[in-house]
Each structure stands twice: as structure tokens, then as C-alpha cells.
């Protein structure tokens, strides 16, 4: 069977697996991404996975993969194949997808921003299918988003397109990562709940799941951290429904996990600020921790959609 592989690399795991042209998955895998012992060891990991991975396709369906797609974390040069910089693996301007053509004997590799390879799969098999256009928001560590436009996703001039978590909602507000203060991430991530929690509560243990579960409760103290966070994300997807204008804004990642508890308000509080515009559907994500190399998989398979018709 003709099938391609797809990998995701993450800061701690990496997710994998075959997949058919339907996107339906024939064999899956994981393994640690071993940062702990330098980025070289790293790439090297990531290649002998990709390798491995191959050798599983030939011994199970009698043919190698077709392609291979592989997303990761950090600013990628998706065009030239080149992850740029990540801060959590350590690697600068690093020519990924020479590297695995190269291992895998000449096949054809996509390299794709983790967050929009995720995007990419949840509009096309996950909760935006059949969408023309959606934004996706994975609300994890940080906060980050993906534009999708008719079954592909919006990159920008630079690679920064649909970067919503440094959107800033409050001005002043929290010191960000990014050097700015009152971005949307700093609010409303599973890590900034899980902070803000953490300081109501006096438990330093305390995170965004157990937040969630003080809100179902009815612990008002609570209710006074998630609403901070609810509001946050409110105005962020109310801002970008006045820029972009999408029919459904897709809410994944960790605190998404809270199902109701987050939507209910979240949808109350997008409905209450919209003015002229059109309220989106605000749906949950469907494909969970494995959105990534799913996308990573799509985007293999579109190379060799691309090389059919070139
Ligand atoms: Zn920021």
C-alpha cells in the first residue's frame, strides 16, 4: 500500500506514523527526543526514527514510503527545507530536509511548523473539515495559532503569520517571553492558568486541570482565575475575527481539555464583544497530541500530489 511517513518532533517526544493517502493512520510510533543529550544526538534521533520508520513500511506493506513530512517546533524556513532556530532543541539554521532526503535515499521530504502542520490537519480530517476558513489555536506552554484558507494555512511573509498567543490584550500587562508585556499568552496558556492558580490557591502544585476542576465547584476564586483567562482569549479571537474573519476558531491544546467549562464562557464572552461581526463557531480540536504529524503526513502527501501535477 502506497503511504508516506509523518513525524513530528517535539521539545520531550517525538509522534510518528504511516499514513495512507486518505490520512488514515497504518502504523504509529513514538519515541523520546532525547534533548538531554545535545542537539546532535537529537538529529541524529530524528533521522534514525525516519529510517526505522521507512524499514516498517517496507516490511509491512512490501514498499517503501513515498514521502516523508516531518514538523518541528522553533521558526522553520519551510521553502528551503531549513529549521532555523529552536530554542528548546538547540538548533540554528539546521537543513532538515536535506538531511533526511539523504538518509532515506533520495525521497522527497516537507518540513512543517509544528503548530501549522496541526492546523493543517484540523482543517482538513479534524474538526475543520469541510471549512474554508478557520483559525486554530493551541493553547499549551504558550499560545499559538494557524490561519487556515481553503485546506492549506497561511504562513505570512516571514513564517510568523497566525502568531496570536503575542497578540497583546493587555496592555502593561505580564512580562512575555517575547519581550513584550500583556500578550494573549501570558494570560490565557494552560501555563499561565496554571500560575495564576497556583498563586490564588497557596498550592504551588496546583495547575490549569485542577483550576478547571475548582471551577466546576464553584470555587469563586477560581472562577476569578479562568474568567481572566476566558476574557483574555475573548478579546484575542474577537481581534482576530475582525482581521481574518473565519466561519470557526478551533480551540486545542491543554486547556482545552476543560471541554464546557472553557467553551460555555468562552463562547458567551466572543458573542457579548462582537459588534458587526459575524460570531464564529468556537469548536474544540479533535486530533489532540497527534494534529502535528498528521499535518506533517498531509504535507507529504501533497508533495507528491504537487510532483503529479507539475
Ligand atoms: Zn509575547
Redesign the pocket.
Known sequence: MKHVIALDVGGTGMKAALLAQDGSVLFEARRPTGREHGTDAVVATILDFAADLAEEGRSRFGQGPAAAGVAVPGTIDEKNGIAVFSANLGWRDLPMRKLLGERLGGLPVALGHDVRTGGLAEGRIGAGRGVGRFLFIALGTGIAGAIGIEGRIEAGAHGYGGEI??V?VRPGGPQ?????KG????LASASAVSRAWAAASGDPAADAAACAAAVQAGDPAALAVWHQAVDALADGIVLAQSLLDPSTVIVGGGLAEAGDTLFTPLRAAVAERLTFQMPPKVVPAMLKDTAASLGAGLLAWDLLSMEVTA
Do not use: D, Q
Not at 176 to 180: L, S
Not at 183 to 186: P, Q, S
Open positions: 498567543g503575542h497583546v512575555c517571553g517575547c519581550g513584550a500578550c494573549l499568552e501570558t
